[in-house]
């Protein structure tokens, strides 16, 4: 059982920066592998960036490479997205998701918090 919350968005303008952070419930964190999703209205859930358990492997989307970095600690329950550079299109609600088995899919991971919304202004 994870609990996920969530925390940093909000409205920021083109080509600024943006810092979002979760936090995680329980002593298992360690265990999960971590993503950053982002929905925006009518479109699926989509893939950011994910991080495996112990921070040493990371994968991103290839809209965000460059401009995204992941980072997690463990001893914290925390796992945080820095987004630079950023652009209208990153305009969405982001989500802080754990799994079990390694996944670049939303469809695949158990749990997810509230979600935070950031938007970009052109």
């Known amino acids: 059982q994870l609990q996920l919350v969530e925390s940093g968005g909000g409205l920021v303008q083109a080509g600024g920066s943006l810092r979002l952070s979760c936090t995680a419930s329980?002593?298992?964190?360690?265990?999960?592998?971590m993503g950053w999703f982002r929905q925006a209205p009518g479109s699926e859930r989509a893939v950011v960036g994910v991080i495996s358990r112990s921070a040493g492997y990371t994968y991103y989307a290839d809209s965000v490479k460059g401009r995204v970095t992941i980072t997690r600690d463990n001893d914290k329950n925390k796992v945080n997205l820095e987004m630079r550079s950023l652009k209208p299109e990153d305009t969405a609600v982001y989500y802080c998701?754990?799994?079990?088995?390694?996944?670049?899919?939303?469809?695949?991971?158990?749990?997810w918090g509230q979600g935070t919304q950031v938007t970009v202004s052109s």
């Open positions: 329980g002593r298992t964190f360690s265990t999960y592998h």
């Open positions: 998701e754990g799994t079990s088995v390694w996944s670049t899919t939303s469809t695949n991971y158990q749990y």
